[in-house]
């Protein structure tokens, strides 16, 4: 699709908490020798909508809704733990850390999805479960070789990464580049409600 970009919108998560997590990444072999294809350093975020080729002319739309959200929103806090795989450890496509969330991040992405709908954004139905993705299993990966790094993060799927305190939402734009998306903000939301 021609004048557009492919963009999502999500939650950051902080230097610290990356560099954690790229420690797990580190432990676990997560490389593509393994059969892996890590998220860059510094990318992980929590997706909360895929928007995929958006116009540009549809862009200042989508952000007036992010900063019309944003003004109702008060901050809060998520629990970044625990390790897991989609479909499951024994079939993984996706390996993830986990999130303890608030009813305020369901509430967040419930409204972002009805307020884009009308642009063209169809609502995702499928159930929540929102995560930070760490690595994507290669089609035709070695399976001995991805068991092996999953067996470590087996061993280690009670981590607790730390809190967050999430103050804003972020649209990004997703560059697909050789060796991984690379992810660059196009507008970011500061939350100002205030707590009643």
Same mark, same amino acid.
């Given at each position: 699709m021609q004048n557009s970009l492919r963009? !999502?919108?999500? $939650? @950051?998560?902080?230097?610290?908490?990356?560099? &954690?997590? =790229?420690?797990?990444?580190?432990?676990? #072999?997560?490389?593509?020798a393994n059969g892996f294809r890590p998220v860059r350093s510094g990318m992980v975020h929590v997706t909360l909508k895929f928007l995929g080729d958006t116009t540009q002319s549809t862009i200042p739309e989508i952000e007036q809704i992010l900063s019309q959200i944003a003004d109702s929103q008060t901050a !809060?806090?998520?629990?970044?733990?625990? $390790?897991?795989? %989609?479909?499951?450890w024994d079939h993984p496509r996706t390996v993830w850390a986990g999130l303890a969330y608030p009813p305020e991040l369901r509430d967040l992405t419930a409204q972002i999805n009805k307020r884009v709908e009308p642009l063209g954004f169809p609502i995702d139905n *499928? &159930? %929540?479960?929102?995560?930070?993705? $760490?690595?994507?299993?290669?089609? +035709?990966?070695? %399976? *001995?070789?991805?068991?092996? &790094?999953? @067996? =470590? $993060?087996? #061993?280690? &799927?009670?981590? %607790? !990464? +730390?809190n967050i305190t999430v103050t804003r939402l972020v649209m990004y734009q997703s560059a697909l580049q050789r060796g991984g998306s690379n992810y660059t903000p196009v507008s970011t939301h500061n939350f100002s409600g205030r707590k009643v």
């Open positions: 963009c !999502f919108i999500a $939650l @950051e998560i902080p230097e610290e908490i990356q560099k &954690s997590l =790229v420690k797990v990444i580190i432990m676990a #072999q997560l490389i593509p !809060f806090q998520l629990q970044i733990k625990g $390790l897991g795989a %989609f479909a499951s *499928r &159930s %929540f479960s929102p995560h930070l993705t $760490l690595a994507r299993v290669q089609e +035709g990966a070695d %399976f *001995r070789r991805v068991k092996q &790094s999953i @067996e =470590v $993060l087996r #061993q280690n &799927s009670n981590l %607790f !990464f +730390g």
